[in-house]
């Protein structure tokens, strides 16, 4: 069993719509969790950065953690037709005095204009 | 911009051929990694290191797998007698460590990574 399961998708919506992506985990040692996106020939950018379980926005994003279900979430309203990208959970362990990060496969997203 | 830069963008070549790949890391940051991504299984983890020094190697899949990092700056990940299952896109980051900064401000940032192409 893999850490950290992502549903690869790809997830395909109209413009405007409301996306949920997720993610679920199996080590409760983690502390941090991230949300990248990644363009198509591009490294990943970081979007969200959480800690504690409950809800983060930033503008059209929230990214929502469920540390008692090993559960997370990022959310997109008003999906955009530029929102078209592989979204990477992350998760980040503090080991050694140092960030060990395991990454979720990524769900391809795509906003149909 | 100040962003990571990593070198060749892609770069083809014949199974058996040493390869080696370069990471420039943004300015100031001590951490560095290095991740290999292949098509539907997102980022595996190869190395960090923290200045020049290399605390952690084991993501390494092989010792035809090797990487250094001179000045704590530039990095270089260097394959031996490649194979075609080392096809992939090699990724760096690199971040701010602790005592630099509160965790909260110590994401990765990435390069666009090169693309290794083994014929």
């Known amino acids: 069993q893999k850490e950290v399961e992502q549903d690869p998708g790809p997830l395909s919506v109209p413009e405007g719509a409301i996306v949920s992506l997720n993610c679920t985990y199996s080590?409760?040692?983690?502390?941090?969790f991230m949300w990248y996106r990644q363009y198509s020939r591009k490294g990943p950018e970081l979007l969200m950065y959480?800690?504690?379980?409950g809800n983060k926005e930033d503008g059209r994003f929230t990214a929502q953690v469920d540390k008692s279900s090993k559960y997370i979430s990022l959310f997109i309203r008003d999906s955009q037709p530029s929102d078209s990208a592989t979204y990477l959970c992350?998760?980040?362990?503090?080991?050694?005095?140092?960030?060990?990060?395991?990454f979720g496969t990524g769900t391809k997203l795509q906003v149909i204009p | 911009g100040a962003g990571v830069s990593q070198s060749p963008s892609n770069k083809v070549t014949e199974k058996g051929k040493d390869v080696e790949l370069r990471c420039d890391p943004i300015?100031?940051?001590?951490?560095l990694y290095w991740y290999r991504q292949s098509l539907g299984q997102g980022l595996e983890f190869l190395i960090y290191?923290?200045?020049?020094?290399?605390?952690?190697k084991s993501g390494l899949p092989s010792d035809r797998f090797s990487a250094e990092r001179t000045g704590g700056s530039v990095s270089t990940l260097t394959i031996q007698r490649t194979q075609q299952e080392d096809s992939a896109v090699y990724l760096c980051?690199?971040?701010?460590?602790?005592?630099?900064?509160?965790?909260?401000?110590?994401?990765?940032?990435f390069g666009d990574g090169t693309r290794l192409s083994i014929l």
């Open positions: 290191f923290q200045g020049n020094s290399a605390p952690d």
């Open positions: 980051a690199s971040s701010l460590s602790p005592g630099q900064g509160a965790v909260g401000n110590q994401p990765q940032h």
């Open positions: 959480t800690y504690s379980s």
């Open positions: 080590n409760s040692a983690f502390q941090y």
């Open positions: 300015s100031g940051h001590t951490a």
């Open positions: 992350a998760m980040i362990l503090l080991s050694g005095g140092y960030q060990k990060v395991t």
